[in-house]
């Protein structure tokens, strides 16, 4: 077998696919995390919350109603993210204009409860969901073997980021939301329903968690701490690439998660730090990050 | 002009409720101490000094939070290499005396703090809370992989040893002193910290950023010290809560832990010297409750109510909220 570096071509292709899917959803979760701040200038901790949510939902909706796959990915989302509007309508905008950091705490006391609840309901042991039977096999590229299911996580994820960039920046409805981001006051005066925007803008956000959830059932362990890691990694991927652009979320979060696969192939033991480690090296060398304007 | 205002005597009345308060403040923490000396005759030691760690991790924290204004998601980070330096230093070195390895701890936690500070402090608000808690989980990572550690274990067994080779610590009573001795050294220091002129620079630079630069002050260095003021004295806290319990674990370095600990100031009074002390005795007193009832796995998602309830409508805590009444009443 041929080899790169003393490591066999099929097992760091292998770690670069797994890379890959990782760098799905960061970009999904970096992306809604994006949007969020956009127009709410906050940063919304119960994100990890949502994202399990959205995954033990798939689970739950297939256990008892027995809904399929390919409808709990429009049904997960939908139902978080009305979820994620009740958060908003109920506790955000109450402390909305004050001090940020009251809002990160908010939404990080939303997280516990979130992940307390759920864990007394599930236990933290993981719940089983398998797979529809399309997806069961793949193929064989010659050079690795291609799960079908890996390659429909990555397909529909850029699907999914690219539409939301394309939403954000070519259409009218995102030139509202630029247009909340740069002076949402200044919005309102143009006749602007800006509460409702805010309200839709962070039940998106929430939905392109929960969407990242229901793809991640079928691979991952559904638990009720899945959110919480996945989280911070995400952070540190928003830090990297700065919250200036959409592109820049997305770009960011596949980079980090290829850089995670080739971290794993030659230097396992640093995989799970490599990431925490780029986000320092980033701030020394340019604090606003990759894609970040501000200073 | 016969009613016009004498300035001087503005000048009078304003230092004459400075020395009202002063003496308020005084009564109020001679009592507290006095109920401090007395408590483990009435209370069992040990509880207590988990609340004086705590306390004294909050206090510590609060630092940062309340009279800087920069929230720090990582500060678990600082307990937990405290007690683990602490842990290993005193496992490893039976003859070691205790206080050696407590400072050893604390100067680890400083050392990382300046760390920290150096990277997190090239961004502000929302972001420097992110970054914190980013290199914490680097550091958690740490943990979990070294072996000094215990990995999951963790390190069982601490020995108390002796303070100074004289004084037995395997005592509860003599234990319970030495951890309100640590613990007034600590707060008496923030407070100092506080109402040094150093103090009323990092309060500027709360209120007001850009002005605070403008007016010359290098709010970074300012920022970077009070950070590694901060993280010694968590580290410190960590380091007794090592010595106390006999061991350290995984759980202090978990992000949980930095979440803890915001809650406790925040509950108890963000910006108020005892706020974090009595924030610390709440949330340790409500959790030891919590676990005995019918709810005991219900704690995380009541420390989360607490916490939305808190944002809410109780922003400035039970200290912070018992000060304006006290102002509103009494004067």
């Keep these: ?295 | 002009m016969s009613n016009s205002v004498n300035p001087a005597d503005i000048h009078k009345t304003m230092l004459d409720q400075q020395k009202s308060e002063h003496r308020r403040r005084l009564i109020v923490n001679l009592v507290l101490l006095a109920l401090l000396l007395i408590a483990p005759m009435l209370m069992y030691p040990v509880f207590l000094m988990k609340i004086l760690c705590f306390a004294l991790f909050a206090v510590a924290f609060n630092l940062m939070l309340g009279f800087t204004g920069l929230l720090s998601f990582g500060h678990a980070a600082f307990l937990a290499s405290g007690a683990y330096t602490t842990g290993y230093l005193l496992t490893t070195f039976s003859g070691l005396s205790t206080e050696l390895g407590i400072i050893a701890g604390t100067l680890v936690a400083t050392l990382l703090g300046l760390g920290f500070a150096l990277v997190a402090i090239r961004r502000q608000g929302i972001y420097f809370a992110m970054i914190t808690l980013a290199l914490s989980q680097l550091v958690f990572f740490f943990f979990v992989q070294s072996s000094f550690t215990g990995g999951e274990d963790g390190l069982h067994g601490v020995p108390r040893g002796q303070f100074l080779g004289l004084i037995d610590l395997s005592d509860n009573l003599n234990m319970y002193y030495f951890v309100l001795a640590v613990f007034l050294a600590g707060y008496l220091l923030v407070q100092r910290v506080v109402g040094s002129p150093y103090g009323q620079v990092l309060k500027a630079i709360k209120q007001n950023e850009p002005r605070a630069i403008s007016l010359g002050y290098n709010v970074n260095r300012y920022k970077i010290i009070a950070f590694v003021i901060s993280a010694g004295l968590a580290g410190l806290a960590g380091s007794m809560k090592t010595v106390v319990f006999q061991l350290a674990s995984l759980n202090d370095a978990h992000w949980h832990m930095s979440g803890e600990v915001i809650l406790m100031t925040l509950l108890g009074g963000t910006g108020t010297l005892l706020g974090p002390v009595v924030g610390a005795a709440f949330v340790v007193n409500l959790e030891y409750q919590l676990s005995q009832g019918p709810l005991a796995d219900w704690v995380d998602a009541i420390l989360g109510v607490i916490f939305v309830l808190t944002v809410l409508m109780f922003q400035s805590g039970i200290v912070g909220q018992v000060q304006k009444f006290m102002k509103k009443n009494i004067g």
């Design chain 1, 1 to 295: 077998m041929s080899m790169i570096l003393g490591v066999p071509v099929a097992v760091l292709f292998g770690q670069l696919l797994l890379g890959l899917i990782n760098g799905a959803f960061y970009a999904l979760l970096s992306l809604g995390l994006a949007v969020i701040f956009g127009l709410l200038k906050i940063i919304n901790f119960a994100h990890g919350a949502l994202y399990m949510l959205g995954a033990m939902a798939t689970v739950i909706l297939f256990d008892t109603l027995g809904i399929s796959y390919w409808a709990a990915l429009f049904v997960a989302p939908i139902l978080v993210g009305c979820v994620g509007i009740a958060i908003e309508y109920f506790l955000l905008r109450k402390i909305a204009g004050q001090d940020h950091i009251y809002s990160l705490l908010l939404t990080f006391g939303v997280a516990l409860i979130i992940q307390g609840v759920l864990t007394n309901m599930y236990g933290v042991s993981g719940l089983r969901y398998s797979m529809p039977d399309v997806f069961k096999g793949g193929m064989n590229l010659g050079f690795m073997f291609l799960p079908y299911y890996r390659a429909w996580v990555i397909v529909i994820a850029l699907l999914v980021c690219f539409g939301t960039w394309f939403m954000i920046e070519k259409t009218k409805l995102g030139a509202y939301l630029r247009a909340g981001t740069e002076d949402s006051q200044l919005m309102q005066g143009f006749g602007i329903n800006v509460p409702l925007l805010v309200s839709l803008t962070y039940g998106f956000g929430v939905m392109l968690a929960a969407f990242a959830g229901a793809l991640a059932a079928p691979i991952y362990s559904v638990t009720p701490v899945m959110g919480s890691h996945i989280l911070i990694v995400v952070f540190a991927v928003v830090v990297i690439g700065g919250m200036g652009s959409i592109s820049g979320a997305i770009i960011t979060g596949i980079l980090m998660g290829v850089v995670e696969g080739l971290t794993k192939t030659f230097y396992p033991p640093a995989s799970s730090a490599v990431i925490f480690l780029v986000m320092v090296v980033v701030l020394l060398v340019r604090p606003s990050g990759l894609f970040g304007k501000e200073a």
